[in-house]
């Protein structure tokens, strides 16, 4: 049953290159999809192209269902995943501080490494930033640590929190998702046209 | 016609829907393989502990930040999201390849000068890496692996990132559109 290295059905040496495999989809799929692109990236937040939102949300629900649907079906033991933890004010101020980055960088991290892969100059300044930022964190960490340790829920998932069904929670999910899809078409077709 | 039809290619990009469909598949294959999701920020993190680490090793050690991801006998870059980074450069460089993307160059809007874009480049990038930290991911590890989990942490960010990027988006308007 999965996941499968932690419980030992593939050796653990297969870790390091299982990694590198995983990457080249990763990037590939994200390079194809056209993240290597900032203004690409940048049309979610001006609605002349929701791409960011239809990749993100699709892979989002997909990979959901099947976390979902493989432990029923018994493959998976989703008790056994990995779950991001909860620090209540670090996600928040965190989550505040990358969004005015990603508005103003036009990429995220991942795909920022897509276009360095590429050779665009503006991705491998924006790389450079970021480091400049993982820096800056760590020598002010004593000024952060209040909100990077404290606060903290465990690694709990929306069942935890809100004691909702998970099935049903998917299922709603899935329903915002199609009607945000179908909005943001709907935007798309009134905001004028940007070529790039 | 033969030029005009290259010079075409390079901005047909997958249908969105299909990108993410093969996404989905992967974070579900990466956890069924390995047992977590993707991540992107850690792989920086770790490139800079390893330069303060080689630079200024009594300070690393001081630090109560770097030292959490130091190791007595392992590098911080034997790590499985450089691993994983490594295979994104690589995946991205494929598909740029064969797409025909590849080339030096600064994307921006014709209404702003190349300078321009940089320097807001400079600033996006110190933002989210220093978000990145105070969240402990960024949209690959926290809130992309963090929802196909249903982490309650996952959301918050999410919902955060892209809450805080329409808001500003505003005075952001002239370097984008």
Same mark, same amino acid.
């Given at each position: 049953?999965?996941?499968? /290295?932690?419980?030992?059905? /593939?050796?653990?040496? +297969?870790?390091?290159i ?54 029923y079906?018994?493959? !998976?033991?989703?008790? @056994? ?7 209540? +004010?670090?996600? /928040? ?8 980055? *990603? ?20 991705? $491998?300044?924006y ?7 993982? *820096? /800056? ?5 004593? !000024?952060? @640590? ?5 606060? *903290?829920?465990?690694?709990?998932? !929306? ?8 099935? +049903? ?18 935007? @798309?077709?009134r905001?004028?046209? $940007?070529?790039? | =016609? ?11 990009y ?22 977590r999701?993707l991540g ?16 200024a ?30 295979g ?58 963090? =929802? ?9 960010? =999410? ?19």
């Amino acid at each position: 049953m999965g996941p499968l /290295i932690p419980n030992g059905v /593939i050796p653990f040496e +297969w870790d390091n290159i299982i990694a590198i495999l995983i990457g080249i989809a990763f990037g590939f799929v994200l390079e194809a999809s056209g993240f290597s692109s900032s203004r690409k990236l940048a049309g979610v937040f001006y609605g002349y192209d929701f791409a960011v939102l239809k990749v993100f949300f699709t892979a989002a629900l997909v990979a959901v269902i099947g976390v979902y649907y493989m432990d029923y079906l018994g493959f !998976l033991d989703v008790n @056994q995943l990995y779950v991001h933890p909860t620090y209540l +004010w670090g996600a /928040i101020i965190g989550g505040i501080i990358m969004g005015v980055g *990603f508005v103003a960088g036009g990429f995220c991290p991942g795909t920022s490494l897509c276009a360095v892969a590429i050779g665009k100059i503006d991705a $491998i300044v924006y790389v450079g930033g970021i480091m400049v930022g993982i *820096f /800056i964190f760590s020598e002010l960490y004593p !000024l952060f @640590q209040p909100i990077y340790e404290g606060y *903290f829920y465990g690694n709990v998932t !929306l069942e935890d929190s809100l004691g909702i069904n998970p099935y +049903w929670f998917v299922f709603i999910f899935s329903i915002i998702a199609i009607v945000a899809f179908v909005i943001s078409d709907m935007v @798309q077709k009134r905001v004028k046209k $940007i070529f790039y | =016609m033969k030029k005009e039809l290259k010079q075409k290619s390079k901005h047909i990009y997958w249908n969105p829907y299909y990108g993410g469909f093969l996404l989905g598949i992967l974070i579900l294959f990466t956890f069924y393989l390995t047992g977590r999701g993707l991540g992107a920020s850690g792989a920086m993190k770790s490139s800079v502990v390893s330069i303060i680490e080689s630079v200024a090793p009594t300070h690393a050690e001081e630090s109560s930040y770097y030292s959490k991801f130091i190791t007595e006998d392992e590098s911080p870059m034997k790590n499985w999201l450089v691993f994983e980074t490594l295979g994104v450069l690589i995946g991205a460089f494929i598909s740029g390849g064969l797409s025909g993307r590849i080339g030096w160059r600064i994307q921006h809007s014709p209404k702003i000068t190349s300078k321009r874009r940089l320097v807001f480049a400079v600033i996006g990038g110190v933002l989210f890496g220093l978000g990145a930290q105070i969240a402990r991911g960024c949209t690959s590890g926290a809130a992309l692996s963090g =929802m196909a989990v249903l982490s309650t942490g996952g959301f918050i960010t =999410m919902l955060a990132i892209f809450g805080s990027a329409y808001a500003t988006a505003y005075f952001f308007r002239k370097n984008w559109i």
